[in-house]
């Protein structure tokens, strides 16, 4: 059963999902990938707040191909990014922020599974590389942040969607992550190839 | 100069980006009979994300990638001094045309350039053949991907069972990173840089096309094998197809040294082929298996 999740995200809708959901989601998601990571961390160690309002926001790990047309930005391709890369700003832009929904692919540690278990959130799988179907389901960008000083893909865009997905919680607010739990069964299944010899 | 050239480039950088090879998307397909069920949504969003970017004219995945060129210049090729600006100038007009994300980074300061060049960019692998002509090959790849590649000095006595345990072991311990089912690029002997190169090169065989060498084609199939036993699957969800194809091109080496590099391909594997005559004519060879208008 595929679920539909609506911007601004409540936690206690968050907590209900575990491992293996699906769902698509409609509203308000803002895009960072490591520089922008940074950048929100040395804002918060230095006390200042962000240019930008994310609350009830999901957070789309996502460089996009935008283009700049008579007066907006309209979204050419905008599929998600390698998330292991935040893993060491993940953790503390979670609690900062109080995100509860993070999208991306490839998953995450466990130091970002834990921070996701304190705010009772998930992370969600999009199909990597499909950049041109994701672009279709952006309504609009509301907005862009840092371009000039991060350039296209690292900027933070604001986008509102529509109907995004198939998504997949890959990891829950329940302490379960489908990466580690697929990682321990390959593991199993290359261990017997390390005996054999010859070839 | 005739500027022609340049606009082929752009169109071959177009189809690369926006046409996934028909051999590829026929190879997506066939995965899919026989996946798990969260194995199968992904491959079916790959196609029709695939289906999508081609009907529209988009880029099918937003990391259009390093700018990577392969160019096979014939020894007698007459403009073989114009084809580097060739490219970077289509490089830089491509970007705002078809458009591509800009995606070069200056090292120093962490700007980036906007226009798709910069230091060492784009990225040209150059190989006098004999020959008048000049052809070629855009490899659009992905960060993601790229970020997965290794090198491993193996000892001699390791061979062949050393290269197996170190792929398989590779491949599954990126997971989901580098967006599978992927194809990789192995390349084995002479130096480091070598067995690097070997590997990126070895993206550029169409696929199907197994090693002339039959050592080389059954440990392609091999490793093939091996990859896939380990069930990581389709973006590392778990699932049977994690590789697409595993390509080898091999180089003699030193009694001491046994390098493997491997290179990861995503498995939205984009490429275009061109070519350019002896007049300066230049001319689409392939985009993907077909070219628009040019099927029959």
């Known amino acids: 059963m595929t679920r539909h999740l609506v911007t601004p995200l409540d936690e206690s809708a968050l907590r209900s999902l575990r491992v293996g959901d699906r769902f698509t989601l409609t509203g308000d998601l803002f895009t960072a990938r490591d520089a922008a990571h940074h950048k929100i961390v040395d804002l918060q160690l230095r006390g200042e707040r962000l240019p930008f309002d994310v609350a009830g926001m999901a957070l789309y790990h996502?460089?996009?191909?935008?283009?700049?047309?008579?007066?907006?930005?309209?979204?050419?391709?905008?599929?998600?990014?390698?998330?292991?890369?935040?893993?060491?700003?993940?953790?503390?832009?979670?609690?900062?922020?109080?995100?509860?929904?993070?999208?991306?692919?490839?998953?995450?540690?466990?130091?970002?599974?834990?921070?996701?278990?304190?705010?009772g959130g998930v992370y969600a799988h999009y199909t990597g590389g499909a950049g041109a179907l994701a672009a279709r389901s952006i309504r609009r960008v509301s907005g862009v942040h840092w371009l000039d000083e991060l350039g296209m893909p690292e900027a933070v865009w604001r986008l509102e969607v529509d109907g995004f997905g198939p998504l997949t919680v890959t990891m829950d607010s329940h302490g379960r992550s489908l990466y580690e739990e697929v990682s321990r069964d390959v593991n199993r299944h290359l261990e017997p190839r390390r005996q054999v010899r010859g070839g | 100069?005739?500027?022609?050239?340049?606009?082929?480039?752009?169109?071959?950088?177009?189809?690369?980006?926006?046409?996934?090879?028909?051999?590829?998307?026929?190879?997506?397909?066939?995965?899919?009979?026989?996946?798990?069920?969260?194995?199968?949504?992904?491959?079916?969003?790959?196609?029709?994300?695939?289906?999508?970017?081609?009907?529209?004219?988009?880029?099918?995945?937003?990391?259009?990638?390093?700018?990577?060129?392969?160019?096979?210049?014939?020894?007698?090729?007459?403009?073989?001094?114009?084809?580097?600006?060739?490219?970077?100038?289509?490089?830089?007009?491509?970007?705002?045309?078809?458009?591509?994300?800009?995606?070069?980074?200056?090292?120093?300061?962490?700007?980036?350039?906007?226009?798709?060049?910069?230091?060492?960019?784009?990225?040209?692998?150059?190989?006098?053949?004999?020959?008048?002509?000049?052809?070629i090959d855009v490899l659009p790849?992905?960060?993601?991907?790229?970020?997965?590649?290794?090198?491993?000095?193996?000892?001699p006595s390791?061979?062949?069972s050393g290269v197996k345990r170190f792929v398989a072991k590779h491949v599954a311990s990126c997971g989901g990173r580098p967006c599978p089912p992927g194809f990789i690029g192995v390349g084995i002997g002479g130096g480091a840089d070598t067995a690097m190169k070997l590997a990126k090169?070895?993206?550029y065989r169409p696929l199907g096309d197994p090693h002339p060498e039959p050592e080389i084609a059954a440990l392609e199939t091999e490793l093939l094998g091996l990859v896939n036993a380990s069930g990581l699957g389709p973006m590392g969800l778990r699932g049977r197809t994690t590789a697409l194809a595993v390509h080898v091109e091999i180089a003699d080496r030193h009694p001491a040294s046994y390098p493997v590099g491997l290179v990861y391909q995503c498995w939205a594997h984009r490429r275009a082929t061109m070519e350019i005559n002896a007049e300066g004519v230049a001319s689409l060879v392939s985009a993907g298996g077909s070219i628009p208008g040019k099927d029959e």
Not at chain 2, 141 to 155: F, I, P, Q, Y
């Open chain 1, 62 to 119: 996502c460089g996009p191909i935008m283009k700049w047309t008579q007066d907006q930005w309209i979204p050419i391709s905008a599929g998600p990014t390698t998330s292991s890369r935040m893993e060491g700003s993940e953790p503390e832009v979670i609690r900062h922020l109080q995100l509860r929904l993070i999208i991306g692919k490839g998953g995450m540690g466990p130091d970002t599974l834990s921070a996701l278990a304190d705010v």
């Open chain 2, 201 to 203: 090169r070895s993206l």
């Open chain 2, 158 to 160: 390791e061979g062949f």
């Open chain 2, 1 to 135: 100069m005739d500027q022609q050239p340049v606009q082929v480039l752009i169109e071959a950088m177009r189809l690369a980006v926006t046409r996934l090879p028909d051999e590829v998307l026929g190879a997506l397909q066939d995965a899919h009979q026989a996946e798990s069920e969260l194995g199968r949504t992904q491959l079916e969003t790959m196609i029709a994300n695939a289906e999508v970017a081609s009907a529209e004219g988009l880029p099918l995945c937003q990391d259009t990638g390093l700018p990577t060129f392969r160019v096979l210049v014939g020894h007698e090729f007459p403009h073989r001094a114009d084809v580097g600006e060739w490219i970077r100038t289509a490089v830089r007009r491509a970007t705002e045309e078809v458009p591509l994300r800009p995606n070069v980074v200056d090292l120093l300061t962490h700007r980036n350039t906007n226009d798709n060049t910069g230091r060492g960019v784009p990225m040209i692998d150059w190989e006098p053949v004999p020959g008048t002509d000049c052809r």
């Open chain 2, 141 to 155: 790849k992905g960060g993601g991907s790229e970020n997965c590649s290794a090198l491993r000095m193996l000892t």
